[in-house]
């Protein structure tokens, strides 16, 4: 398997090179050069395999020139008992709420949010590929929460890699500044800048802009074009099928056709799907749903895709969707469009600020499967409420944006899957105000938010950033 760049400036580059160097030298994304097609038997004897094993052969597909041996012992590490509880990714069905109606538990991992299934995968294989050639990497980055601490706590320990990840002074949840900043190994800088997520972003473009410093000290990043990451989410989707599947008649299960409905920001989640029916898995359509930031509800109903300003771009209760641009849709453009029309029309939409695609409206439904909602602050806290009456399960307000959409869209005869993107117990301000009061917390919980915490607080300055990672990359 190889990849080139979405606007082919890139040499053919195998996975190993590509999961390093993230963005292509002409400024494109990675894609495979051929979407691997698996038939019905090949799916059939990946069912009784269980998480670690199906991850080794899913993402052996889009790894191939990584070892079989390597790749499975990365995938028994990243999803073994110390990281993820027995299963991986529950799969159930919430009857109860609506006939046909699952979730998908992606959200067990060391920091409740789907993120940790594809970091942790990136948290075994990056230090190994940089192992084999002596390299080292310092990953700086920005968040505004669960990237961030999927990222440290992917990487804590990791031999060769530094992390240094800046976040809003005061502006995340309790919960999710615990989860990074009680972190005590010594390659993971925890750094609370004065100002906005925006500020920590421009920092580390800034920091990347430096290309003596970028050089110098091997600034690389994780974030979420990263190849591997989309590789690894590939699997739970072909997982997640097979485990509906799995109730039907043995005659009859290839024949089951489901929905997945993703709650989405910067497409990377959604994206994995698409390969994944791309590849075969019985996925009829992929339900797209987004907050009220909904660049991608629009693009998906009318083929527009306009990128929103700063000033546009709303604080939501489900945060980790407030996206103005979705960073991974340049993928699915490009294949959309064939190399020569995409070469011809992406440039419009740095030139304009948009990009009319109502041309290619109907193929986005009719040959892709995709459909797309919207759910507000209101709807969330409805779906919340509802969830909770009906199975006594609480969801967190991005998987409730999930639900109602997909509320509003399923239809009888296909199973309707929802990711689960995260817990409840990350996001418990929004959950007591759909509920009424506030839900218990868990022992787990009361224990984390006790420990001790670490974090370097800077103002808004590159230079104190420049010393800061010049002086810990050199002691990683
Ligand atoms: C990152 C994130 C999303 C959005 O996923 P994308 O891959 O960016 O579309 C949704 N929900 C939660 C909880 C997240 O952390």
């Known amino acids: 398997m190889h990849y080139i760049s979405t606007r082919g400036g890139m040499d053919p580059a195998g996975f190993t090179e590509v999961l390093i160097s993230g963005l292509a030298p002409d400024g494109g994304l990675a894609v495979p050069e051929a979407v691997p097609v698996l038939d019905e038997a090949t799916l059939e004897s990946w069912r009784d395999l269980?998480?670690?094993?199906?991850?080794?052969?899913?993402?052996?597909?889009?790894?191939?020139?990584?070892?079989?041996?390597?790749?499975?012992?990365?995938?028994?590490?990243?999803?073994?008992?110390?990281?993820?509880?027995?299963?991986?990714?529950?799969?159930?069905?919430?009857?109860e709420v609506a006939s046909g109606l699952w979730i998908?538990?992606?959200?067990?991992?060391?920091?409740?949010?789907?993120?940790?299934?594809?970091?942790?995968?990136?948290?075994?294989?990056?230090?190994?590929?940089?192992?084999?050639?002596?390299?080292?990497?310092?990953?700086?980055?920005?968040?505004?929460?669960?990237?961030?601490?999927?990222?440290?706590?992917?990487?804590?320990g990791q031999e060769g890699v530094a992390v240094f990840m800046l976040s809003p002074l005061g502006r995340m949840s309790d919960v999710q500044r615990a989860q990074m900043y009680s972190l005590s190994d010594p390659n993971i800088h925890n750094i609370a800048v004065d100002g906005v997520f925006d500020d920590c972003q421009n920092l580390v473009k800034a920091l990347n802009a430096d290309a003596d410093f970028k050089a110098?000290?091997?600034?690389?990043?994780?974030?979420?074009?990263?190849?591997?990451?989309?590789?690894?989410?590939?699997?739970?989707?072909?997982?997640?099928?097979?485990?509906?599947?799995?109730?039907?008649?043995?005659?009859?299960?290839?024949?089951?056709?489901?929905?997945?409905?993703?709650?989405?920001?910067?497409?990377?989640?959604?994206?994995?799907?698409h390969l994944a029916r791309r590849m075969g898995v019985p996925i009829r359509r992929l339900i797209l749903a987004t907050n009220e930031n909904n660049v991608l509800d629009e693009f998906f109903s009318t083929g527009i895709y306009r990128p929103r300003s700063r000033g546009e771009t709303l604080a939501t209760s489900s945060p980790s969707m407030d996206i103005s641009k979705a960073s991974n849709l340049e993928r699915f453009i490009a294949e959309l469009l064939g190399p020569e029309e995409f070469s011809r029309r992406w440039p419009l939409l740095e030139q304009t600020g948009a990009l009319d695609l109502s041309d290619h409206v109907d193929r986005l439904r009719e040959e892709?499967?995709?459909?797309?909602?919207?759910?507000?602050?209101?709807?969330?806290?409805?779906?919340?409420?509802?969830?909770h009456e009906r199975s006594a399960t609480l969801i967190d307000p991005h998987t409730a944006d999930g639900v109602t959409v997909a509320l509003r869209l399923m239809e009888p005869g296909f199973p309707t899957l929802v990711m689960e993107t995260a817990t409840a117990d990350k996001f418990p301000e929004t959950v007591a105000e759909a509920l009424g009061s506030a839900p218990p917390v868990p022992a787990a919980i009361t224990e984390l938010l006790a420990l001790e915490q670490h974090v370097t607080e800077i103002p808004n300055d590159l230079d104190v950033l420049r010393a800061i990672v010049a002086e810990g990359s050199r002691s990683a």
Not at 50 to 74: H, K, Q
Not at 109 to 116: H, I, L, Q, S, Y
Request: negative net charge; aromatic residues 8%; proline residues 6%.
């Open 50 to 95: 269980d998480y670690p094993a199906l991850a080794t052969e899913v993402i052996g597909l889009y790894a191939s020139d990584l070892p079989r041996e390597d790749l499975a012992a990365m995938t028994s590490a990243a999803y073994g008992p110390q990281r993820f509880p027995d299963p991986v990714v529950p799969v159930r069905e919430v009857a």
């Open 104 to 156: 998908v538990g992606l959200s067990q991992g060391p920091t409740m949010a789907f993120k940790d299934l594809a970091m942790q995968f990136l948290g075994q294989a990056i230090p190994e590929v940089l192992a084999r050639t002596g390299q080292v990497l310092t990953i700086v980055g920005a968040t505004s929460g669960d990237t961030g601490s999927a990222a440290e706590h992917a990487f804590r």
């Open 216 to 273: 110098e000290h091997s600034l690389g990043a994780v974030n979420s074009i990263n190849i591997g990451r989309i590789a690894a989410q590939v699997v739970y989707y072909v997982w997640s099928w097979l485990r509906v599947s799995d109730a039907a008649p043995r005659a009859h299960r290839a024949e089951v056709e489901v929905d997945v409905v993703v709650p989405s920001g910067n497409f990377g989640n959604i994206y994995a799907g």
């Open 368 to 387: 892709f499967g995709f459909v797309s909602g919207t759910s507000t602050h209101e709807d969330r806290l409805a779906s919340i409420r509802l969830v």
